[in-house]
């Protein structure tokens, strides 16, 4: 396994890697890990993972801080590796000649939340730590308890009692210890460090536990692997992110990053934040040039990324601007709208997910990407996570008895 140790995004003050080790005891931010990038320069070539077997995130092990955590014939062997689509149908749709799709949708546990959760139990399985905790609006929690149960470790979820009906059965089918709790995510958040401190459990919570970006990451490992390193373009690639926490976007970073340390990426794509309209606490720190992130009473039909205070804000922001991407805020509208078109080019989305094509619809009204510039939407959850927005969003079919009369009337 690489070495590795743990560096605060925001003071620099560096730590080894410990069991508990989770932010920054001097000032309470998120841990960065730091690979040993000059040993893995000597001794690492893109070719021993360009020519990997493994479809899946487990290619990248050599640049990842954990060791291999088998769970052979498990759906944990299959996180990530998810297809990246020409979408022909929708480049037209949208003039956009060089628009790529990235669908999160075929992981495990339908969604992009696999990938921080595979990683972060392959690290609990290394500590021989046999309970897992996190908060979730969802799909954080059903990445989790879906791949714990594939490893037999326990998985304790606190989610809000507003989540999405389809999340809750996911959590529930997967045999977790779940508990809905009647008030908002943030609090859900709070509660799950208070249970994790006082029982002893292994915590998973999104931004807090360092190796979910690590495990996030590993999307923008492969944009490299399928994308960037075969299509030779000369203007900058624009990637597309919904933001609720921010450690989606924070994860991807981190990927290019190392990449661009190791010498493999000679460009960082610019990351382009979406966030509600309800919910835009990182956006609005980003347009007020500010590094506080000053909390809001999150309200999007976008349940994923309902967040009041975003726990990987501080590195969303640093991701965006040190990439030379920028935030969109999008309404619920166009949200639902952005919803309906994919599921005409095929694919169906959770709102969230979506999220990220109306913030590339409002970047091009803007004119903050051309329509010549390679990009990339990243679709980061199935439609089938929550039926009910579906439902509200597409409408309901005409029910009718089973007469061919029925159908001829006008
Ligand atoms: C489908 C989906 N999209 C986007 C996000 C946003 O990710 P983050 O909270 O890391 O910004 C989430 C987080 O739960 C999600 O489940
Ligand atoms: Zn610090």
Redesign the pocket.
Known sequence: MVEFILRCSHCGREYPPSPDRYTCPHDGHNLDVILDYATLRRTLHPRQILTAQEPSIWRYLPLLPVEDPGGWGTPLRRVGWTPVEEAPRLREALGLPHLWVKD?SPNPTA???DR?SAVVLARARQEGRDVVVTA?????GAALAGLAAALGIRAVIFAPHTAPRAKVAQLMMYAAQVYLVRGTYDQAYDLSLQAAARWGWYCRN??YNPF?AEG?KTAALELWEQLLRRVRTTRPWAVF???????????LYKGFWDLVQLGWLPQMPRLF?VQAEGSAA?AQAFFAESQEIQPVQAHTV?D??A?DL???GYR?LRAVRESGGTFVVVSDAEILEAMRLLGRFGWF??P??A??LAGLRKALEMGLVSGQDPVVL????SGL?DVETAIHAAGQPPEIPPTLDALEQP
Request: aromatic share 2%; no cysteine.
């Open positions: 999160e969604s992009f939340k921080a979730s609006t969802g799909n954080a999104t931004g979910t996030k992110v919904p933001v609720g926490d921010g450690n989606i976007i924070a994860g934040g990182v976008a994923s990324i967040v975003p726990r990987d969303a989305v959770e969230a997910a999220a990220s990243l679709l980061t959850g996570k």
